[in-house]
């Protein structure tokens, strides 16, 4: 069993940054891809960028690419969201989770992931 807690949201001007952190407990984390989710207010949850549990592959949705980072660090049971040049539509509570291998490097659908956090709320003023 694997248990996630994200930390680092907050309140940010348009353009500023923040590093979003995930901590995780549980042996079997450094063999699970990694996947940071985003929900915002009224609209449904949507993925947001992945890593691959070797942290060989990364990938993300194509309104972040360039401005934000996934990383991690298994020896310290860690992942991370990068997060720069923010903009109000950035806006949303964002979400760590973790999915089992099951023979892919990472994991875009939400269905595929086994290990959820509670979230870290993150606002992006204009």
């Known amino acids: 069993q694997v248990q996630l807690v994200e930390s680092g949201g907050g309140l940010v001007q348009a353009g500023g940054s923040l590093r979003l952190s995930c901590a995780a407990s549980?042996?079997?984390?450094?063999?699970?891809?990694v996947g940071w989710f985003r929900q915002a207010p009224g609209k449904e949850r949507e993925f947001v960028a992945a890593i691959s549990w070797n942290i060989d592959r990364t990938v993300y949705v194509d309104s972040v690419k360039g401005r934000f980072t996934i990383s991690r660090d298994n020896a310290k049971n860690m992942a991370y969201l990068q997060m720069n040049s923010l903009k109000p539509e950035d806006t949303a509570v964002y979400y760590c989770?973790?999915?089992?291998?099951?023979?892919?490097?990472?994991?875009?659908?939400?269905?595929?992931?086994?290990?959820w956090g509670q979230g870290t709320q993150v606002t992006v003023s204009s």
């Open positions: 549980g042996r079997t984390f450094s063999s699970c891809s």
């Open positions: 989770a973790g999915a089992k291998n099951r023979g892919s490097l990472y994991y875009t659908r939400q269905s595929l992931y086994d290990y």
